[in-house]
């Protein structure tokens, strides 16, 4: 799961750099490993036409403090650009050195002599299929040296050989919309995945491409200065822009040209969406709103739904409610008006943990990380749930680690009496293989226990435990967005329903 961000301004003597890195700044809460910006400028001399910066860490870090961060985005001049904050997927969980780290960030430049052949790429998402690509293009058949072992270096070989195909003998060819249609319709039949994609050339050409899935969120909007782009549009509303928003459709591509012309989308491939459901319910800000599904109104709704798992409960001015935020507290909110909507007391709203910094426990890399820094992230006030029940929302369990190191944290300094727990997602059972860093189902909680929850009650250390149904979250999907989505949504990490038999193979479902 990362970030991406495009922009194009009409005007060729203003640069975008500091435009990208506010689109990427906006979208903290996709992203944690690394980031880069490559622009382009068709006059630059003594360099490549599109020219790179990347760096380690968070968007405000990875590119140094701000008088560094302003000397590096002003030395990156260029009228269109492509920006990526990685939440590593590919690899992750081991163990790199900064140098590696690197080499792995995103955008993906391929540098060629021939303009055409000149290209930056960056992507939101994961290819399943990726070990048998690897495979086959480092065989004695192809013969490539790739330099990475990441999905973005078979990407960019894929792209590289549908771009010179395209040219044929003319070098020298600018690649036009119907080019552009045949390179990624065949990059659709090699490719099992999950990609948001943003790409840029040699000639000027900027691309915005979704897979036919739609799994990724990408969203755009053309104004009179040109064009942005974005994993979610709270990036534009960051900048005032607030109208005129648009997500590329699955299977379709966008493209502006260097002479300013912008295109309609155009299919590739025939579509057939499967939009992740967890993107809307763990990874997009709570203010977003793409593909017809306003965030917070889906995540009251699942609040909402919460509560009538407990109706029969009749809450005290002993109950209390928290979240662990950020992204439950939209579920606390449902789950207090599904109370007063029913005529029932609500537990009392706490403010319990405050988040001491912007990071995530779900995006480090390595597990004992993700454990120890539970400790440090949230403070709480001392003995202020003594004698009193607890009742904490979460949005989902993935692996268990982090809340199984949070509740003796709770238990020690808030001192409740009783701690029940209300997860507004269903188990995980399988592993996600488009961009969910859960490669391997014995790293998931649930299946360890065998799906008991009495046993992961047990395990957690809480007085009850309860899930929503995955059933439950796909019709608040389909009722809480505006174009009309029924089915059209992958919840394989919980059903084990993916969207390919090639990853219904890798989970063990089919052989």
């Known amino acids: 799961m990362c970030g991406i961000a495009a922009a194009y301004f009409f005007d060729h003597s203003k640069n975008v750099a500091e435009t990208l890195y506010s689109l990427l700044l906006s979208q903290q809460n996709r992203m944690n490993y690394s980031a880069g910006i490559n622009v382009f400028d068709e006059n630059r001399e003594n360099d490549f036409p599109i020219t790179a910066d990347w760096g380690i860490g968070t968007i405000d870090t990875a590119f140094g403090l701000e008088e560094e961060r302003i000397f590096r985005l002003k030395s990156l001049e260029g009228y269109a650009g492509i920006a990526h904050g990685r939440y590593a997927t590919s690899n992750a969980n081991k163990n790199f050195t900064e140098r590696q780290k690197l080499a792995m960030a995103q955008p993906c430049r391929n540098i060629e002599d021939y303009k055409s052949c000149t290209f930056s790429f960056a992507f939101n998402g994961n290819i399943a299929n990726f070990e048998e690509l690897y495979q086959e293009l480092k065989g004695p058949k192809e013969g490539y040296h790739i330099r990475s072992k990441t999905d973005n270096e078979v990407l960019r070989i894929l792209l590289k050989k549908g771009i010179i195909k395209a040219l044929g003998s003319k070098k020298n060819l600018v690649l036009d919309e119907s080019a552009f249609k045949d390179i990624f319709a065949e990059l659709s039949d090699k490719v099992v995945g999950a990609y948001s994609l943003v790409f840029l050339d040699g000639t000027g050409n900027l691309i915005l491409a979704r897979d036919k899935e739609g799994t990724r969120p990408l969203v755009y909007t053309l104004q009179d200065f040109g064009l942005l782009a974005a994993s979610e549009p709270t990036a534009f509303a960051d900048l005032g822009i607030m109208e005129k928003i648009c997500d590329i459709r699955p299977g379709h591509f966008l493209l502006i040209n260097g002479q300013n012309k912008v295109s309609n989308q155009i299919a590739f491939t025939t579509t057939k969406r499967r939009q992740c459901a967890f993107d809307p319910q763990y990874f997009s800000d709570v203010t977003s709103y793409y593909d017809g599904i306003r965030i917070q109104e889906f995540r009251r709704a699942q609040g909402k739904e919460l509560f009538l798992l407990d109706k029969n409960i009749l809450f005290t001015l002993d109950d209390y409610a928290s979240s662990v935020p950020k992204t439950a507290r939209a579920i606390l909110n449902g789950y207090i008006e ?161 969207p390919s038999l090639f990853e219904k193979k890798l989970a063990g479902l089919i052989k």
């Open 338 to 498: 599904g109370c007063i909507v029913n005529g029932r007391q609500p537990p009392l709203p706490l403010d319990l943990l405050i988040q001491r910094g912007n990071f995530r426990n779900f995006m480090e890399d390595n597990p004992t990380e993700r454990k120890e820094k539970v400790k440090s992230k949230f403070r709480q006030t001392l003995e202020i749930l003594k004698n009193k029940n607890l009742w904490l929302f979460e949005d989902s369990i993935v692996r268990g680690d982090v809340l199984k190191a949070l509740i003796p944290l709770i238990k020690t300094a808030a001192q409740p009496k009783e701690i029940h727990v209300r997860v507004a997602w269903d188990m995980f059972n399988y592993p996600c293989y488009r961009g969910i860093d859960v490669p391997d189902r014995s790293q998931l909680l649930a299946p360890k226990f065998d799906g008991d929850i009495e046993r992961i009650r047990t395990y957690l250390g809480v007085d009850s435990l309860k899930f929503l149904p995955i059933g439950t979250t796909k019709k608040l999907l389909a009722e809480n967005n505006l174009i009309g989505l029924k089915e059209e949504f992958c919840t394989a990490c919980s059903d084990g329903n993916y």
